[in-house]
Structures are given as C-alpha cells and as structure tokens.
C-alpha cells in the first residue's frame, strides 16, 4: 500500500462517488485554523513541504484500491475507479516559517474535485502537527529572550518522526541544537548531549564519573551535577574541569542542572564555578521546562546560560492541537460557503495581505492589494508538480525572524497574549452576502439546524 491510504474513509466513499457521478470539475480547499489555541498571540506556519512531496508522490495502486474495498465490504471493482488516481492540481501556501493568524489560509487546493477532496486528511494531519509544535517553540525562544535553546523532546514525543520534526521546527524558529542524532545530521543542525544520572550512578562516585568522561570526550564536556547533592556535586565537577587543560574544557563547557528548584540552584552552583575561576563554564537547565518555566527564570534573572527543552515543547503540552478545517469554498467556477453555527466559511479563492504590524486582510484571489501590503500565499505547485525545491532552513528561519519583528508586543507575550485579528476585504465580505442570500432563499425552512453548501 501508499500513503493514498492514509486517509479517512470518508474521503475514499466521496470521491468515490464523484468519480461515478461525474463530478470532476476543479474544486477549491482553503485549510485553516478557525480560533488561535489559548495563550497563543499567533501561528509559524510549518506543513506545507510535507502537504507537497505527498501531493507529487500521490499514486493509487491496485493495492490501495484493494485495502479501501476491505474497509468498506465492497467488491474491488466498486472502487475501481480510483485506480491510478494522482493529484493533477495547483497549491498555493504561506511559505514556511512565515507567522499566520486565525481565519487565514495556510494553503488553498485547487483540483478536480476526488483528488483535492482524497488529500484532506494527510494535508490536515501534516500542517497541524508541524505548526503546533512550531508555534510552540516559537514562544520558547521568545521566553528565553536571546538566551540558547536546545532541543531534548525525542524521548517524550509521539514516535521518532514527531521527534524529528520537533529538533527541525525548533531549529527553523532559532533554537540552537538537538540531541536527536538523525535530526542533527539529515537537518545540519548542531548536535548537544551531556550524560544521564545512570551514567554518575554507574561509576563508584561523581568524581570518577565525570573524569571518565572527560577521558572519552576531549572537550568541551558538560557534566550533570544533581545526581546526588547538586551543590556538592557542582564542587566535584569544578574541581575536574580546573585540572581539565585550556583547549580540552573549551569555552563550551558546563554544567547541567535537571531537577529542584533551577532558579536557586543556578545562584549556588554559579557561586561554586566562579569561586573556581571558572567564569566561562556554563549552566545548562533542564528538566519538565516550556516557555513559562523559562520566562519565568529569565525575569527572576536566575544565572542559567541555556534552556534545554524538551517534553512540553515536543508535544505542545498545553495546547497539542489546532481547530483547523478544510473546507471547499469554490467548485466548477461557483464560489461556495458553509453557515453551520459558529463554522460559518468564506467563500471563494483567497489571499491574505499582510500590512505593517501584522494588520492582516484576508481578500480574494487576484483582487489588487491593500496599500503597504503583500500577499502571503504563494503559487508552490502547478499541474502536480511542486515549483522549487524546499527552502533551506535559514530561509524559513528568516522569514519567522521577519515575521516576529511586525509582530505587535501584545501578540508575543508568553502570557495572556492577544492576537491580532485579520479583516476581511470589502469584496470578500460582498461575495459573502451575496452567496449567504442565494443559499438562505432556496433552503426549504427558515431555521435548519446545519446549513451548509459545498462542505
């Protein structure tokens, strides 16, 4: 089987059945986030590499054919006509790393109608996870306010490629390494380890521990301190850097604290180093931190050099998911729209203008820009065919460093946070009436409970 079956079933039973109706005519998607998570000022865009390389790979196999009619108890020739399906059609995305808002299009499909509709589930699921756990870093680094981050999430996440994609995003948004190996090595991003507590425990003491390990590594070393006494144990580690030489305990060397209380531990330990003459060995922290641990140890000016992240941050622990929709606003030419309660959609092809501090407009496709503004989604796919190769990730870096600067001071604090909300442009909000009032005069009663056109 492919990835054409990792889907829903209920995409197969639809485009399905438009391929036995006939219902082939190029059909429109627009996904986006319907309302910001709580305590989220705003989104970095991430998914949408992952969204094309499946979109240029798509090809429905007899196998995949075979595996959707076991699903549904159907003979394989009902499902026939799926056979050989690949997508066909245009992609236009925000480009990664680029900060987004709620209401606005992280990328918008245009296919016929069964292979736009087949992709929905593998697109939600890509940009989804990959903008949580990017938006989520994002306030990290915005919490450690200049000081280093590095990545310690694979342990904690939802499988290795959750992991993986948490020591990129981190990356991408300006953390300074990982500890994932293949991370480090497929991305080029540095790679940070110290050692564990099993490590100091399988030694005789903390003093044989940490000079073994400055034998097998030459420097700089790190060495984790709180395995029995922290301060006791921040004494030990001095005493074996002092007799390490210049150029083996390196200017990158630390020391790690990864449990009590960091804040008053990092003044202690701190005290021990510089009482050694040893100003340039660092203090690393660790251990169950998030962005509001660390800005809280930032502004109470805990002597911490850098915050390694990991379990909260791989899964966003506080906010793991997005209210995100596919929805199809246009097929065969005709704009559609959905007016379920409080899920109304817009309709039509979109655009999103961005103006000086994020004081975004979500417009139509090919309607003229506001003054000062620039359009966000770009074309990236065409005919099937994805238009450039993926941008590094210093390019997406650059882009979420941009981004961040417009960014209002409101919609960056780590708490209480307020986002800034897009409007909509005159001529989106008069396709909207207009569409509003030709459904409203054909619906058979006045008060239907889900009203919705076009899903």
Do not use: W
């Amino acid at each position: 089987m492919s990835e054409a079956t990792t889907t829903d079933l209920y995409e197969v039973t639809m485009a399905m059945s438009y391929l036995r109706e006939g219902m082939t005519e190029p059909a429109t998607f627009s996904l986006f986030v319907r309302d910001l998570p709580p305590e989220r000022g705003f989104l970095v865009a991430a998914g949408a590499e992952a969204a094309l390389d499946f979109l240029s790979g798509l090809h429905v196999t007899e196998e995949d054919v075979a595996a959707y009619a076991a699903a549904l108890h159907r003979p394989e020739r009902d499902l026939a006509p799926l056979l050989g399906l690949e997508f066909t059609g245009q992609v236009r995305a925000v480009p990664e790393g680029r900060i987004v808002l709620a209401g606005e299009p992280l990328l918008e499909v245009t296919a016929p109608l069964p292979e736009a509709q087949l992709v929905e589930t593998y697109l939600l699921n890509q940009v989804n996870h990959r903008t949580v756990i990017a938006s989520k870093a994002a306030r990290c680094v915005l919490a450690a306010a200049g000081h280093p981050l590095v990545d310690f999430s694979l342990r904690r996440t939802h499988g290795p490629q959750a992991g993986f994609q948490a020591a990129r995003l981190g990356a991408l948004v300006g953390f300074a390494g990982t500890s994932n190996v293949e991370a480090a090595t497929a991305e080029a991003i540095p790679a940070v380890g110290t050692m564990a507590h099993s490590y100091v425990e399988a030694f005789g003491s903390e003093e044989e521990a940490f000079r073994a390990f400055a034998r097998a590594h030459p420097g700089p070393v790190t060495f984790l301190v709180d395995t029995y006494d922290t301060v006791a144990g921040a004494r030990i580690a001095a005493r074996v850097l002092r007799d390490l030489d210049g150029a083996a305990r390196g200017t990158g060397s630390g020391v790690r604290l990864d449990s009590g209380d960091l804040g008053a531990l990092a003044v202690r330990v701190r005290a021990v180093l510089d009482a050694a003459g040893l100003p340039e060995v660092g203090v690393i922290a660790s251990g169950g931190l998030d962005e509001y641990s660390v800005d809280d140890l930032v502004r109470s000016g805990a002597p911490i050099d850098v915050y390694a992240v990991g379990t909260r941050v791989g899964v966003s622990a506080d906010a793991p998911f997005l209210d995100s929709a596919y929805k199809m606003v246009e097929y065969a030419g005709r704009p559609v729209m959905k007016l379920s309660s409080a899920k109304v959609t817009a309709p039509g092809r979109k655009q999103v203008f961005r103006r000086p501090g994020c004081a975004d407009v979500i417009g139509l496709a090919g309607e003229p820009p506001p003054d000062t503004a620039e359009p966000l989604l770009e074309t990236v796919m065409r005919d099937g065919r994805r238009l450039a190769a993926p941008a590094p990730l210093a390019v997406s870096r650059d882009r979420f460093e941009a981004d961040l600067a417009e960014l209002p001071p409101a919609a960056r604090r780590i708490r209480a946070p307020a986002a800034p909300r897009p409007v909509d442009s005159q001529r989106l909000s008069a396709l909207a009436d207009r569409i509003r009032h030709r459904i409203e005069t054909h619906l058979p009663a006045p008060d239907l409970p889900d009203r919705a056109v076009g899903g």
